[in-house]
């Protein structure tokens, strides 16, 4: 399975503190993306890295590619009660059919005030 | 532009009853998906459209599930007749181009009783 597993499936912090997530895979893929869901609403993307990207950053966000233990992270620094929500990542397959994006199950973040 | 539109946001309804899910995507995209969340499965594609015309229908559940999409800018799931187990949130999705970010609308949350 192409899938995506996040770990951890919980990670409850402190405002202000930063958030890792973490995301491994099994086969090669083209790209990686990673997408917040608050309760209740629809996804929302947030970062697209490619396959011969190692990192990429957007605001407080930091998220790393390592292609060799097929695993990515999400780093959220100094982080807001507002970024409590479920973080998924989700990858396509080398050589697979290019619209296919096979999400994970999630890590759910806490944002404690 | 608002975003991708579903609609109902909620619908509860009777096993056996036809059940239809809306969706209005974002202007100019080519791209559209339909999927299901659950708290066991997670997240699964069922149908995707490019350019109005299904092109991969094999995440479709049974028989009783049908997608359309007549036209640009507007493409329905209906299901029927409904059964306990389609309860779910599904939503859908649209994007530039097949491999790009997906842009999600709120969901349709279904209860079959």
């Known amino acids: 399975s192409q899938q995506g597993e996040e770990d951890p499936q919980a990670l409850s912090i402190q405002e202000g503190e930063n958030a890792t997530m973490n995301c491994s895979y099994k086969?090669?893929?083209?790209?990686l993306q990673w997408y917040r869901q608050n309760s209740g609403r629809g996804l929302v993307h947030l970062i697209l890295i490619r396959s011969n990207e190692r990192e990429k950053h957007s605001g407080r966000l930091r998220v790393t590619l390592d292609t060799s233990k097929k695993s990515s992270s999400l780093l959220i620094t100094a982080s807001r009660a507002a970024d409590t929500a479920s973080y998924f990542c989700?990858?396509?397959?080398?050589?697979?059919?290019?619209?296919?994006?096979?999400f994970g199950k999630g890590t759910l973040l806490t944002v404690n005030p | 532009d608002a975003g991708v539109i579903q609609s109902p946001r909620h619908e509860v309804t009777e096993m056996g009853q036809e059940v239809t899910l809306r969706c209005k995507p974002i202007s100019g995209h080519n791209s559209l998906f339909w999927y299901r969340q659950t708290m066991m499965r997670g997240l699964e594609l069922l149908i995707y459209?490019?350019?109005?015309?299904?092109?991969?229908d094999s995440g479709m559940p049974e028989d009783r599930f049908s997608a359309k999409m007549p036209n640009a800018s507007f493409s329905t799931l209906k299901i029927q007749p409904s059964e306990p187990r389609d309860s779910a949130v599904y939503f859908c999705?649209?994007?530039?181009?097949?491999?790009?970010?997906?842009?999600f609308g709120p969901g349709t949350r279904l209860t079959v009783l």
């Open positions: 989700a990858t396509d397959a080398r050589g697979g059919s290019n619209y296919k994006l096979t």
């Open positions: 999705a649209s994007s530039d181009t097949p491999e790009d970010k997906r842009f």
């Open positions: 459209f490019n350019n109005n015309v299904p092109i991969d």
């Open positions: 086969t090669s893929i083209n790209n």
